[in-house]
Nanobody, 124 residues
Framework: QVQLVESGGGLVQAGGSLSLSCAASGRTFSSVAMGWFRQAAGKEREFVAGISKSGRSTRYADSVKGRFTISRDNAKNTVYLQMNSLKPEDTAVYYC?????????????????WGQGTQVTVSS
C-alpha cells in the first residue's frame, strides 16, 4: 500500500508559477513510478507528467512540455511538479499517482494508488 498526500495548490494569475508536492508513505517509495494527472470540471482525467522509480526518466503531456517539471526525492519520499507560465486552461484538480508495475505510462487505469487531489486555479 502507498498513501499519497498532495499539497501546494492554489489560485494564481496567468503567467505565474506554482509548485505541487506529493508526500508518500507506506511502500518503499523508490519501488514505484509516479505520475501527475489533472481533471478539469466536466472533463476526463488526463496525464500531465510521469517520472521513473529512479527519477532518471520523465515524460510530459504535449500541453505542458517546456512549462512543467516533474522531479522526485526518494530520500524524502516526495514527488514534485513545478508549474511555470501557467494558463487558464491549466485549471484543474491535480492528482499524484503511483504504480509499481508498468513505469511511466499515461493511462490512469495503470496506476494503483492515488492522492486526494489539490485544486489549481489560474485566473486570466
Amino acid at each position: 500500500q502507498v498513501q499519497l498526500v498532495e499539497s501546494g495548490g492554489g489560485l494564481v494569475q496567468a503567467g505565474g508559477s506554482l509548485s505541487l508536492s506529493c508526500a508518500a508513505s507506506g511502500r518503499t517509495f523508490s519501488s514505484v513510478a509516479m505520475g501527475w494527472f489533472r481533471q478539469a470540471a466536466g472533463k476526463e482525467r488526463e496525464f500531465v507528467a510521469g517520472i521513473s522509480k529512479s527519477g532518471r526518466s520523465t515524460r510530459y503531456a504535449d500541453s505542458v512540455k517546456g512549462r512543467f517539471t516533474i522531479s522526485r526525492d526518494n530520500a524524502k519520499n516526495t514527488v514534485y511538479l513545478q508549474m511555470n507560465s501557467l494558463k487558464p486552461e491549466d485549471t484543474a484538480v491535480y492528482y499524484c499517482a503511483a504504480n509499481s508495475r508498468v513505469g511511466i505510462v499515461p493511462n490512469p487505469y495503470d496506476y494503483d494508488y492515488w492522492g486526494q487531489g489539490t485544486q489549481v486555479t489560474v485566473s486570466s
